[in-house]
């Protein structure tokens, strides 16, 4: 797992915020290296990748509903990839500089989380590409879908 740690602090006011030991209790350490410590998961290896019928992804440090199943899309690199999220202000967009590259990271509004990164080359009308790391993730199935199962 390749991990990365910015030397600055983010100056964002996120509305859940835990010591870093809560957030080392709460969350695996896989999930931790991730979500805390802006990590990438291998690709192929999420649990989650291959999602199928309808369904919320959500943040897997503070629960906040992310990603809607109809957003997510196979863009074969082995990773989650959403289209849009599933509403305006839950996601953050920032400049990542690291390893020679410009990109642009992703975050949770609501608790700082790293999501992955996001790519200006999606094949909706949104041309937007959110790859998500799977273990930043939970998912909730959709009650009416699920019962039809």
């Known amino acids: 797992m390749f991990t990365r740690r910015s030397d600055k602090e983010s100056e964002t006011v996120f509305a859940v915020t ?7 209790h709460e969350l695996t350490p896989e999930q931790y290296t991730v979500l805390r410590r802006a990590g990438t998961e291998p690709a192929w290896s999420g649990e989650l990748l291959h999602i199928d019928g309808a369904g919320v992804f959500h943040c897997a440090g503070c629960d906040a509903e992310l990603f809607d199943t109809g957003a997510k899309f196979d863009s074969g690199s082995g990773w989650h990839s959403f289209d849009r999220a599933r509403a305006a202000g839950t996601i953050i967009e920032r400049k990542d500089r690291k390893f020679g590259m410009t990109r642009t990271e992703i975050l949770c509004a609501r608790c700082g989380g790293h999501l992955g990164h996001v790519f200006p080359d999606g094949p909706t009308d949104t041309g937007l590409r959110y790859c998500v790391n799977s273990l930043a993730l939970t998912y909730e199935p959709d009650p009416e879908n699920a019962a039809a199962d």
């Open 18 to 24: 835990k010591p870093d030991e809560e957030w080392k």
